[in-house]
């Protein structure tokens, strides 16, 4: 799928680093917050074989955790080894091909344990690493040792989204699945492990059509499963066509299942064609639900049916807050742009999830950006009590991840703590993590604790306190 990797080449950034190293002590400017201590954990493709032809998306996952204790900065990498990675170190050759896993002639089968390239979160005592197809896998979140897929005790038996929402009030952790039981079919999922561990409700269901459903959105009262035209079809990829493509004929469809129902309880709302691979909160007040979501009007990376491109690769989501009116009967709901600079990879304040909200943060366009791969110049603190965002730019050609908010104490007000993101040096081609003040961000880093190499681009990260099993 030949596709995913612009034509011109990828950005230096996008290239994978080929070691696994450990660093006591990183050299700082500034200085690092009195009360800040824990591990930043990020996650992001990192093919052990690249190869040109295989999707951004499928690379094998690494680990990049950045300890914090005592006024020092540690690092430590490594990749998840999955079955698709022990089978790339064995063989020298990238067995993906396009979003699937291709054995070489000869080859025994591998564990289908996929790539744990997306995300990385804790829940019930685990670090687990995520990706949209697969098991969460667990990781020990001090030596980054792989300890293999966890179905937590059973409980679940298809593939798990990488972006599942815990219920700030319950500890509940709410998941969803896409292509199941069959991928690339229109079945879904929906689950809820408890605070404990134990998965306490597992449900099926059909989508309106097949499609690749990256996010969803969870208020305290709605489940919302967004339904958009960049169509999977099993059909078009066994001849030989892109597994996913952009067809906006189909519009969007955004389920909205009550929290005290079923999935039999959904009611599927219309709205046009466009797509969001990430959504920053929900929440409802007055009768009506609100998700804030970066919405792109057409996918990038992803191809039309016959192959040809979808749309112009430069085209930047922006930050929309879409509307449902639960009186409204016709069942359409709303689109209001919030903010006009472009970006991706929307964070929150985490005590917030699912609750009306004040502060949001995510990674923006520097003026004249030209594409999803090469945009992430501005850290854009949204506060929607002001009129206008508080923003920092880092120097062109530098670059920012998805920044993660740290609160400054558990009883601290919305959005007081700290933004931590890692940032590509386009100039000395090494990477830095960046600590902000998270309500004061156009003020600058804090501290910026220095690599001696870069961490390419990934998706996500989180946040470990201290005190999170080790």
């Known amino acids: 799928m030949d596709e995913a990797i612009p034509r011109r080449g990828p950005p230096p950034n996008m290239m994978p680093i080929d070691f696994e190293t450990e660093l006591a002590s990183l050299p700082l400017q500034g200085a690092l917050p009195a009360g800040l201590r824990g591990t930043l954990v990020r996650n992001g493709p990192?093919?052990?074989?690249p190869d040109p032809r295989a999707h951004w998306f499928s690379g094998d996952g690494m680990l990049h955790a950045f300890h914090i204790e005592d006024g020092r900065v540690g690092y430590r990498n490594r990749w998840v080894r999955t079955g698709?990675?022990?089978?790339?170190?064995?063989?020298?050759?990238?067995?993906t091909v396009g979003l699937k896993v291709a054995l070489p002639e000869g080859?025994?089968?591998?564990?289908?344990?996929?790539?744990?390239?997306?995300?990385?979160?804790?829940?019930?005592g685990r670090m687990l690493a995520l990706e949209e197809a697969h098991l969460p896998m667990a990781v020990d979140l001090a030596t980054l040792e792989t300890l293999g897929p966890d179905d937590f005790a059973g409980g679940l038996q298809h593939r798990v989204t990488a972006h599942p929402k815990t219920d700030p009030r319950t500890g509940e952790l709410l998941f969803f699945g896409y292509g199941t039981p069959e991928s690339l079919s229109s079945g879904m999922s929906f689950g809820v492990i408890s605070r404990a561990g134990e998965v306490v409700r597992r449900e099926a269901f059909e989508a309106p059509y097949a499609s690749m459903v990256h996010d969803f959105a969870v208020s305290a009262g709605h489940?919302?499963?967004?339904?958009?035209?960049l169509t999977a079809s099993r059909e078009r990829a066994q001849s030989g066509g892109p597994p996913f493509a952009w067809e906006p004929e189909y519009g969007t469809r955004v389920g909205l299942m009550p929290?005290?129902?079923?999935?039999?309880?959904?009611?599927?709302?219309?709205?046009?064609?466009?797509?969001?691979?990430?959504?920053?909160?929900?929440?409802?007040?007055?009768?009506?639900?609100?998700?804030d979501v970066m919405q792109f009007d057409r996918p990038p990376l992803f191809p039309r049916p016959?192959?040809?491109?979808?749309?112009?690769?430069?085209?930047?989501?922006?930050l929309v807050r879409w509307q449902f009116d639960l009186a409204r009967a016709s069942r359409e709901f709303s689109q209001t742009v919030l903010e006009e600079i472009p970006g991706e990879f929307p964070r929150i304040d985490e005590r917030r999830a699912g609750l009306p909200y004040r502060h949001g943060w995510f990674a923006g366009h520097a003026p004249g950006a030209d594409g999803l791969l090469r945009m992430q110049a501005r850290l854009v603190h949204v506060d929607h009590a002001a009129p206008r965002p508080d923003v920092f730019t880092f120097e062109p050609p530098d670059r920012m991840s998805e920044p993660v908010f740290v609160p400054r104490g558990a009883d601290a007000e919305e959005g007081d703590?700290?933004?931590?993101a890692t940032v590509w040096r386009g100039a000395t081609n090494t990477s830095d993590l960046a600590v902000f003040d998270a309500r004061h961000v156009a003020a600058g880093p804090l501290c910026i604790a220095s690599l001696p190499h870069r961490v390419p681009d990934g998706f996500h990260g989180n946040w470990f306190a201290a005190g999170f099993p080790r």
């Open 223 to 229: 489940v919302l499963f967004p339904v958009m035209p």
């Open 46 to 49: 990192n093919p052990v074989v």
């Open 84 to 95: 698709q990675w022990a089978l790339a170190r064995r063989t020298g050759r990238n067995p």
């Open 107 to 124: 080859e025994a089968p591998i564990a289908d344990d996929g790539a744990a390239n997306t995300n990385v979160i804790g829940h019930a």
């Open 306 to 318: 016959d192959g040809s491109p979808a749309g112009d690769a430069r085209e930047p989501a922006r």
């Open 259 to 291: 929290r005290g129902g079923s999935t039999a309880d959904i009611v599927w709302w219309r709205g046009p064609a466009c797509y969001v691979f990430h959504v920053m909160n929900a929440w409802e007040a007055d009768g009506r639900v609100f998700a």
């Open 417 to 420: 703590g700290w933004i931590l």
